[in-house]
C-alpha cells in the first residue's frame, strides 16, 4: 500500500479539513478571539487530523500488505480467504465477509460443474461400450465375408470411439489406472496383434530391439498409447516400424520409429498440442490432431516424458522415458 496513493485517495477529504480549518478561523476572528488563541486551536485541529490519518493510514497499511503478500504466494488466489485474518477496521471487515462469500459462491459452482463433468463423463463411458458391440459386431461379419475394405473403415470407427474413451479418462485418469511393473515386449506385441490384419494389408514391417525390460506403468493405457502411434505410422505411409528401448541411469526410454513421411520442421514443436493438424494433416489425410495430444496428456498423468524427433520425407520417431523409482517396484 503506496503513501502516495493513500494521499491521493484522501485528497478531498484534506480539502474538506482545510475549508473546515478556514471556516472556524473566519469564525473565531469575527468574535475578536485573540491571535495566538487561534493559532492554537488550529494546531490542535491539524495535529488531530494528521494525527488521526496517521493511525488510519498504519493500520490500514500493515492489513492491505499482509494482504497482497499472501496473494502472491499463493498458486490457487480463490483461497485468500483462508489466509486473511479479519482486521480492526470496518471496511476490512467488509472487505473480509465479501471474500469469504465470493469463495463459498465458487466453491458451489465449482462443485455443481464438477458433478455435471462427472456424470457426462460416465454417459460418455457408457455410450461408447454400448456402440462398440455392434461395431464389434460388424468387424466380425466383415471378417467372416472376407470384406476387407468396410472392415478398414470399421477398424478407423473403432479407433476414433476408443480415442473418445481415453480422451474422457485422461481429464480424471487418476481413477482409472494402476501402475504396476510392465513388460515392453509384452505390450508391443499385443499391440501389433490388435492392428496385425492393417499392417498386412498394408504390408508394414515391424522389428523389435531390447524390449525385454520391465518398466513402471499401466498395461491398458501404455498399449493405447502404442497403438496410436502405431496408426500415425500407418496413416502416413510407413513401410517400417523399428521399436527399441534402452536404459539410462534414471530412467527407460523406449524409441518408436517409422520412415514415414516426417513432420516439417516448422510443425514439430506444436505436434502435441490440442488439435494441431500440421501441414500432413491438411495434404495426406483428414486428421483432428487430438492422437498426439491425447498420448501427451495420458504420459503427463502417467508420469512419463514424451518428445519427438523428425525428419521430412525420412523417419518419425515419438520417445517415451519412463523413470526408474525402486519404492514402486514389487519385490
Request: aromatic share 12%; charged share 25%; net charge neutral.
Amino acid at each position: 500500500m503506496k503513501l502516495s496513493a493513500y494521499l491521493k485517495d484522501r485528497i478531498l477529504a484534506y480539502v474538506i479539513f482545510a475549508l473546515t480549518w478556514v471556516l472556524i478561523a473566519i469564525f473565531l476572528f469575527t468574535f475578536h478571539v485573540k491571535f495566538e488563541a487561534v493559532c492554537i486551536i488550529s494546531g490542535i485541529f491539524w495535529l488531530g487530523a494528521w494525527f488521526t490519518e496517521i493511525w488510519g493510514y498504519l493500520r490500514k497499511r500493515s492489513f492491505y500488505c499482509t494482504l497482497m503478500h499472501n496473494l502472491d504466494q499463493l498458486d490457487r488466489k480463490y483461497l485468500i480467504s483462508e489466509m486473511t485474518d479479519e482486521p480492526e477496521f470496518y471496511e476490512g471487515k467488509l472487505l473480509c465477509e465479501v471474500l469469504r462469500d465470493s469463495n463459498k459462491s465458487m466453491c458451489e459452482h465449482i462443485g455443481e460443474h464438477r458433478r455435471e463433468n462427472v456424470e457426462f463423463r460416465e454417459y460418455i463411458e457408457l455410450w461408447v461400450h454400448e456402440v462398440k458391440l455392434p461395431v464389434a459386431g460388424l468387424q466380425l461379419m466383415c471378417h467372416n465375408d472376407g470384406n476387407a475394405k468396410y472392415a478398414e473403415q470399421l477398424k478407423r470407427i473403432d479407433d476414433y470411439i476408443e480415442n473418445v474413451l481415453y480422451y474422457a479418462r485422461s481429464r480424471n485418469a487418476e481413477k482409472d489406472y494402476i501402475i504396476k511393473p510392465v513388460m515392453l515386449k509384452r505390450i508391443f506385441a499385443d499391440t501389433a496383434i490388435k492392428n496385425r490384419e492393417e499392417l498386412q494389408m498394408r504390408d508394414i514391417a515391424l522389428s523389435a530391439e531390447g524390449l525385454d525390460k520391465e518398466v513402471m506403468t499401466d498395461a491398458k493405457w501404455l498399449m493405447f498409447i502404442l497403438g496410436q502411434l502405431m496408426n500415425n505410422s500407418m496413416k502416413y505411409n510407413a513401410s517400417e516400424i523399428t521399436v527399441t528401448a534402452e536404459d539410462t541411469i534414471d530412467a527407460t526410454i523406449l524409441h518408436f520409429r517409422d520412415n514415414g513421411i516426417g513432420i516439417p520442421k516448422k510443425d514439430l514443436p506444436y505436434i502435441f498440442e490440442k488439435s494441431f493438424t500440421g501441414e500432413n494433416g491438411r495434404t495426406h489425410s483428414k486428421s483432428t490432431g487430438m492422437g498426439l495430444y491425447i498420448v501427451s496428456q495420458l504420459c503427463k498423468k502417467l508420469g512419463h516424458g514424451v518428445s519427438a524427433s523428425s525428419v521430412q520425407g525420412e523417419y518419425t520417431e515419438i520417445s517415451i522415458k519412463f523413470g526408474k523409482n525402486d519404492l514402486y517396484r514389487i519385490q
